[in-house]
């Protein structure tokens, strides 16, 4: 098997293009992928720093290693979830990958913070695992970000990521996160840190042999958490139709961002009214779901 486009030996096949790279082929083609990603969604110039939301999976941390080489600043941040050896490596992998590369990383730990890991508070305070997890990693992510001054927070998800999420949203008709589902979420005029996914054109497969190619040392293990989540369920059934159709997933989740602006009304703006009266940031309500899932947790941890 040659390189499509040197000839020289191919490093890895990819059906969906019908076609195969040697490794700075391949290397050449996945950074321009994801300079494609960020210039289409205007997701952020070079002129600003840029806060990268790593967990010491392969993505995330190659993501943070992509930027650097397109030549953004980047600044890491990684949330230390209190999940016993599982967040104790995630964070060694991070700081090992800072270290090495001479890059500044923001930490915060849960345990420090709230004396509870996330899995304590999810079940303190009845909810789901991953539900829970979700709602603090979004409150951190924003919260950080405008106390640092950091105008946009890039995280690693890929392909698989958001056409599993698409699926269970379409499965569920889930109309409202339906209309949200993008690789940009506006800023809401500085209300909101801008939440940007640059890798959303590739599958998990190319980021792994990226994460392999370029010795990215990187925590394998899923998180115990995530036992029995749905969206593997979902990546799964998207596994079998990619094998027999190469480039379904692509065509899936692209597919619909073309679709959506003329199927899905954009959201309303937030508002200057629209803040949770306990912690300042946006939100619906006069409490955030945040504030509400803190609040129920360590009140029940005292009682």
Same mark, same amino acid.
């Given at each position: 098997?040659?390189?499509?486009?040197?000839?020289?030996?191919?490093?890895?096949?990819?059906?969906?293009?019908?076609?195969?790279?040697?490794?700075?082929?391949?290397?050449?083609?996945?950074?321009?992928?994801?300079?494609?990603?960020?210039?289409?969604?205007?997701? @952020?110039?070079?002129?600003?720093?840029?806060?990268?939301? %790593?967990?010491?999976?392969?993505?995330?941390?190659?993501?943070?290693?992509? /930027?650097?080489?397109?030549?953004?600043?980047?600044?890491?941040?990684?949330?230390?979830?209190?999940? $016993?050896?599982?967040?104790?490596?995630?964070?060694?992998?991070? !700081?090992?990958?800072?270290?090495?590369?001479?890059?500044?990383?923001?930490?915060?730990?849960?345990?420090?913070?709230?004396? /509870?890991?996330? %899995? !304590?508070?999810?079940?303190?305070?009845?909810?789901?695992?991953?539900?829970? *997890?979700?709602?603090?990693?979004?409150?951190?992510?924003?919260?950080?970000?405008?106390?640092?001054?950091? #105008?946009? %927070?890039?995280? $690693?998800?890929? /392909?698989?990521?958001?056409?599993?999420?698409?699926?269970?949203?379409?499965? &569920?008709? =889930?109309?409202?996160?339906?209309? +949200?589902?993008?690789?940009?979420?506006?800023?809401?005029?500085? +209300?909101?840190?801008?939440?940007? &996914? #640059?890798?959303?054109?590739?599958?998990?497969?190319?980021?792994?042999?990226?994460?392999?190619?370029?010795?990215?040392?990187?925590?394998? !293990?899923? *998180?115990?958490?995530?036992?029995?989540? &749905?969206?593997?369920?979902?990546?799964?059934?998207?596994?079998?139709? !990619?094998?027999?159709?190469?480039?379904? &997933?692509? =065509? @899936?989740?692209?597919? @619909?961002?073309?679709?959506?602006?003329?199927?899905?009304?954009?959201?309303?703006?937030?508002?200057?009214?629209?803040?949770?009266?306990?912690? $300042? =940031? #946006?939100? =619906?309500?006069?409490?955030?779901?945040?504030?509400?899932?803190?609040?129920?947790?360590?009140?029940?941890?005292?009682?």
């Amino acid at each position: 098997m040659k390189c499509r486009k040197c000839k020289k030996p191919a490093v890895l096949k990819m059906p969906r293009h019908n076609t195969a790279f040697c490794d700075v082929c391949f290397q050449d083609y996945l950074l321009k992928q994801v300079q494609k990603a960020i210039s289409d969604g205007k997701m @952020f110039l070079k002129e600003a720093p840029i806060l990268v939301a %790593v967990s010491g999976g392969k993505d995330s941390l190659a993501l943070w290693d992509i /930027l650097i080489k397109l030549g953004y600043e980047t600044v890491g941040l990684h949330l230390n979830l209190g999940i $016993g050896a599982y967040s104790a490596t995630s964070q060694q992998m991070v !700081e090992k990958f800072a270290q090495t590369r001479n890059l500044r990383l923001i930490t915060h730990g849960y345990q420090e913070s709230y004396g /509870l890991g996330v %899995v !304590e508070i999810a079940k303190a305070s009845a909810r789901p695992a991953c539900s829970a *997890c979700g709602t603090m990693k979004r409150h951190h992510f924003n919260r950080i970000a405008i106390e640092e001054g950091f #105008p946009v %927070v890039a995280t $690693g998800h890929n /392909l698989d990521d958001e056409a599993a999420r698409l699926l269970g949203n379409l499965l &569920k008709w =889930q109309v409202p996160y339906l209309e +949200k589902q993008s690789p940009v979420l506006s800023d809401d005029n500085g +209300k909101w840190a801008k939440k940007v &996914k #640059p890798l959303y054109r590739l599958p998990e497969r190319e980021m792994a042999a990226y994460a392999i190619l370029n010795r990215i040392d990187y925590i394998v !293990e899923e *998180c115990p958490m995530s036992n029995g989540a &749905k969206a593997f369920t979902y990546k799964e059934t998207l596994n079998r139709l !990619e094998e027999a159709s190469p480039g379904a &997933k692509h =065509q @899936f989740y692209l597919g @619909f961002l073309k679709q959506k602006e003329k199927s899905f009304p954009s959201p309303p703006p937030v508002t200057d009214a629209d803040a949770c009266l306990t912690c $300042g =940031q #946006p939100c =619906q309500s006069e409490q955030c779901g945040y504030c509400r899932l803190i609040e129920r947790s360590t009140s029940l941890i005292v009682s």
